[in-house]
């Protein structure tokens, strides 16, 4: 019996976690980077607002355009609408690591921003104001 209800609770919580990340529209979910500062707040299907902190403490907050591309796993954040020379970011939906994309000498490439376990999936009710408690 124990086991059972052991196994219910870990679908529960799989499931649910899964689904997050099998659909397209990340509306109302925020993604929240503590040790930084940073957040990704997914402001309706196609549009986030970027919550940054730099090394003063100062916050700024950009809106960007997203687009989910489930069969890489990624999100993918645009400066521009559905404009991939305008990337930005790029979050890999397994692991939750921000890539940061840069021009180079080579063209566009990505460097790892924030790497694997520094940043998890909220539930803030006003995210600007919990990150300007935070500091």
Known sequence: MKKNMYFLIFLIF?????????KKDFSNNQLFCPTLLWGFEFISSNRVKIINTDLNKITSIDEYYYDVDLDLSYINIFSNENSIRNRVYSIELNSLRVDVWTMTGGGFTTREMFPIGLCKFVK??????YVENLK
């Open 14 to 22: 799989y499931t649910s976690s899964a689904a997050t990340f099998t």
């Open 124 to 129: 803030i009710n006003n995210f600007i104001a």
